[in-house]
């Protein structure tokens, strides 16, 4: 059997492993060419692509919903002026 070394060793997956990489995939935590077999899975899939789609979207409102409870500094330096607090540079609250 003759391979085409020049080309990336891309696996085949069926739906079940490619759902099973789904959070891997998403966080960019699969080498190369494991993202390649799932992007060609997807693309010839009708049932996978909701799945990520789904997910996705998911992963987009944790992201939002925490950048929002990130409270600014500039917030966080009015908060101290208003309870009469020196801006303290180390905040480690030493236990006594
Ligand atoms: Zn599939």
């Known amino acids: 059997m003759i391979t085409d070394i020049l080309a990336p060793v891309v696996p085949v997956f069926d739906c079940k492993e490619t ?47 925490r950048s929002q409870h990130t409270a600014p500094d500039a917030l966080r330096a009015r908060v101290r002026a208003t309870l009469g607090l020196a801006p303290s540079k180390k905040d480690d609250g030493a236990h006594g």
Request: net charge negative; proline share 4%; charged share 30%.
């Open 19 to 65: 759902v099973r990489r789904l959070w891997d995939y998403l966080d960019r935590e699969l080498a190369p060419a494991d993202m390649a077999a799932i992007d060609s899975h997807l693309a010839q899939c009708d049932k996978c692509p909701q799945h990520f789609a789904f997910e996705r979207q998911f992963l987009a409102a944790v992201k939002a919903a």
